[in-house]
T-cell receptor, first 115, second 114 residues
Framework: KAGVTQTPRYLIKTRGQQVTLSCSPI?????VSWYQQTPGQGLQFLFE???????NKGNFPGRFSGRQFSNSRSEMNVSTLELGDSALYLC??????????????FGPGTRLTVL | AQSVTQPDIHITVSEGASLELRCNYS??????LFWYVQSPGQGLQLLLK??????LVQGIKGFEAEFKRSQSSFNLRKPSVHWSDAAEYFC????????????FGQGTELSVKP
């Protein structure tokens, strides 16, 4: 079974631009979560989508948004990029997003650099 | 609110030596606890998880962890470290009413001396 894939793997943008990152979950998984990883703040939860609905949201500004499609693929968008948005963005998928019963599988991440 | 603390930012052990990585959590009810490993340039791989039952949990790659409610701890152990274990290790906590959301500790970077 193919793992979680994320595209692109690397991205360079300039301040003020917007960016869209994509995540394809493992086949059959309906929950996709997004995390931001930086040296200073570590791994922080952005949001979770389940069956095309946002189910949980972390403490990030509205510039960060996401969506999930009917095939469970998910995208996250960051508008008006700031230097501090430079990070590794990880997505994780699981069957139903219940941490009590499911295992979350992480993708390799997208490395975003904002200049 | 949930939180996870990994007191050790960086640990160095000799190959063949035993390893213990510390993790303390804060959560009002019984938490769901996880250890993940991240190699450079890679995503996170699940080593083991605890939901309930036996407090000593076995994972992949020879790792184990023990849940101690009285100490709010979930320390990761390995009896004999291999050079390939050098990586960053993350402890995480989840909750039954928060879907797939995980709260991660800051991570412990493990270096292995030959």
């Amino acid at each position: 079974k193919a793992g979680v894939t994320q595209t692109p793997r690397y991205l360079i943008k300039t301040r003020g631009q917007q960016v869209t990152l994509s995540c394809s979950p493992i086949s059959g998984h309906r929950s996709v979560s997004w995390y931001q990883q930086t040296p200073g703040q570590g791994l922080q939860f952005l949001f979770e989508y389940f069956s095309e609905t946002q189910r949980n949201k972390g403490n990030f500004p509205g510039r960060f948004s996401g969506r999930q499609f009917s095939n469970s693929r998910s995208e996250m968008n960051v508008s008006t990029l700031e230097l501090g948005d430079s990070a590794l963005y990880l997505c994780a998928s699981s069957l139903a997003g219940q941490t009590s019963t499911d295992t979350q599988y992480f993708g390799p991440g997208t490395r975003l650099t904002v200049l | 609110a949930q939180s996870v603390t990994q007191p050790d930012i960086h640990i160095t052990v000799s190959e063949g030596a035993s390893l213990e990585l510390r993790c303390n959590y804060s959560y009002g009810a019984t938490p769901y606890l996880f250890w993940y490993v991240q190699s450079p340039g890679q995503g996170l791989q699940l080593l083991l998880k605890y939901f309930s039952g036996d407090t000593l949990v076995q994972g992949i790659k020879g790792f184990e962890a023990e849940f101690k409610r009285s100490q709010s701890s979930f320390n990761l152990r390995k009896p004999s470290v291999h050079w390939s274990d050098a990586a960053e290790y993350f402890c995480a906590v989840g909750a039954y009413n928060q879907g797939g959301k995980l709260i991660f500790g800051q991570g412990t970077e493990l270096s292995v001396k030959p």
